[in-house]
């Protein structure tokens, strides 16, 4: 793991306290669209592959993502809120930590 | 610029503007000296930089402390004081910068051309250094390393210090194209 990854996951994500985000997200339906294209290619995948792990090769650069949950525990929600317009959808949110 | 099995990561990647058009955050992020102290112990070893330490202060001014052996004159250490600049903005003002303000004298002309030899070798044009200014080109650091479609995304990047922090206000826009 990276040794800042580990500094912040080492100090319960202190480091981050005042962090905020306020605003709105949007996604495109063209990108959404791709995202369910990739899901059901996923799902539908021959299990032989999927149900044997492949190990991770030697070297590997892909970065090990700690459990996320320790994260968002620490973050307070004020506002999230779902909605779609003409071709795009929208998450507005409001949060801080 | 990371490449991605996921061909929705992919494209989200490869045109961000267009895939989060419509997208309007401000994100306030802090950074403590602690944090910023690990990054910096985390650079790449093997320069002449031997010690460089970040402390944020209160009124908009942090110190660098900076050690590394200079051609000739040997180990030098400095502690130098920078103010951040104006907010960054695309494309009007690309310049990240911070004035030195204390710690560099006229003499330092060998430090200065050695962190700036170092920084050359390691980053595109477009980080100046003199005995008065620090500045980075943002748009081309991006592009260096790879994320330039996500430069127009940045609408506003402000650095600002206070006491044992630095606070990163980033304003991400996107604006949806008119049809």
Known sequence: ??????HLIDTDFSDLQGSSVEGQFAVT??????????????????ASSTSTAPAAPAGDKTTVLP???????????EQLRYRTEAGRTVLEIKAGM | MPTFSNSAVAAAFADPGGSFAGT??????????????????ARPGG???????LDPEAGNKFRVHLAAAAPIIGRVARRITLVPGPAV???EQPWLQFAITDGLKFLDRPLINLVQTLV???????????SSLIRIHVPALLTHLGY???????HRVHLTSEANRLLLNLHLLAQPQQV
Do not use: C, W
């Open chain 2, 89 to 91: 903005s695309f494309p």
């Open chain 1, 1 to 6: 793991m990276h040794p800042v990854l580990q």
């Open chain 1, 29 to 46: 339906d063209e990108l959404v669209n791709l995202g369910l294209h990739e899901l059901v290619s996923q799902l539908t995948k021959p």
């Open chain 2, 47 to 53: 320069t002449p930089v031997s010690e460089l330490y």
């Open chain 2, 24 to 41: 309007d955050l401000r994100i306030t992020l802090p950074l403590t000296r602690a944090l910023l102290n690990e990054v910096l112990a």
């Open chain 2, 148 to 154: 330039q479609q996500f430069v127009p995304l940045l």
């Open chain 2, 120 to 130: 050359e070798s390691r980053l595109p044009r477009g980080v100046d250094i003199n």
């Open chain 1, 67 to 77: 459990d996320t949950k320790l994260l968002l525990r620490k973050v307070k929600f």
